[in-house]
């Protein structure tokens, strides 16, 4: 393949997916979803979610009445999803159609096609260079249409050792937030972060309208990869809340471990 060879992110598809339960996971993806859910058109929508690993934003948007493309170039994580569409009704399972593809060969995978909604979440840190991805992902969007690409937010790389207590870990992340803005993350993976203003400019370069960006797990970042959610569910839904507002809100979301951007194609959806 063209970009993706086993991908950067090969040696991290186990211990992300062995943790795609716990508290960490859970944080980010239900804010995703929740942000995500605030500027989405009524179903259903066309949606393509690029490098959608096991599915689960992908899922949620099928399960919202979405035809999802799902392309994703790992095996296991390919694998994954189709567990995860098994558990599910045949009328959801028809929405979605997962596609072995990658970024660097994208219109190879969507034939052309344009989409009311294209993801791309947690993908960006595992590329050297975020701009190529960025004008193929573009090239997606239809008119009117949303792109939301969530990404290593290079600003708030040195709060996850800080909140931990790991002070060399601070002095790392803040040479590396400077420098080359690159680390090691949770699931042992080298990656790259970026900075929320120099995507939001790529984007608009390319004529879409920055409509939002939100931090994602500001509060909750200092927690052990292994934590599980909280046995109380209301418990849970406070977190789930307080971490919602606090990604939206300055000056904490500039921190969020993520950065989740919206950006709008102009012109009418359908
Ligand atoms: C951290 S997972 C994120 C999965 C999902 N999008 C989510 O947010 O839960 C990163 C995914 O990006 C995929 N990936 C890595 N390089 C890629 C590329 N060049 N093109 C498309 N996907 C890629 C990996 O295979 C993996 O499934």
Redesign the pocket.
């Known amino acids: 393949?063209a970009?993706?060879e086993g991908?950067?992110?090969?040696g991290?598809?186990n211990p992300?997916l062995e943790r795609l339960g716990k508290l960490r996971?859970v944080v980010?993806?239900e804010l995703?979803a929740r942000q995500l859910a605030r500027h989405l058109p009524p179903s259903p929508a066309t949606v393509l979610?690029?490098?959608?690993?096991?599915?689960?934003?992908a899922v949620r948007l099928a399960q919202r009445g979405d035809r999802v493309v799902a392309?994703?170039?790992?095996r296991e994580?390919r694998a994954a999803f189709r567990e995860t569409l098994s558990g599910l009704s045949a009328e959801t399972m028809a929405r979605v159609s997962l596609v072995d593809?990658?970024?660097?060969e994208?219109a190879d995978a969507t034939r052309g096609d344009t989409f009311d909604v294209v993801?791309?979440?947690?993908?960006l840190?595992?590329?050297d260079d975020p701009a190529p991805?960025i004008a193929e992902l573009v090239a997606t969007v239809a008119p009117g249409g949303l792109l939301s690409l969530?990404a290593r937010n290079a600003d708030g790389m040195a709060l996850r050792p800080g909140l931990r207590g790991d002070w060399q870990g601070v002095q790392r992340m803040l040479d590396a937030a400077q420098h080359d803005r690159r680390y090691p993350n949770e699931?042992g993976v080298e990656a790259r972060a970026d900075r929320v203003d120099e995507i939001a400019s790529l984007v608009r370069s390319h004529g879409l309208e920055v409509e939002a960006w939100y931090g994602v797990r500001v509060l909750t970042d200092g927690v052990d990869a292994e934590t599980p959610v909280p046995n109380d569910p209301a418990e849970l839904a406070a977190l789930l809340d307080a971490e919602d507002r606090v990604g939206r809100t300055d000056p904490y979301r500039r921190v969020g471990t993520l950065f989740h951007l919206i950006a709008r194609r102009s012109g009418r959806v359908g």
Not at 49 to 57: I, N, S
Not at 71 to 74: A, F, K, L, N, R
């Open positions: 393949m970009c993706y991908g950067s992110f090969g991290g598809i992300w996971n980010r993806q995703v979610d690029v490098g959608a690993g096991q599915g689960t934003q392309i994703e170039p790992d994580m593809g990658a970024l660097g994208l993801c791309c979440q947690g993908v840190m595992y590329l991805a969530v699931i």
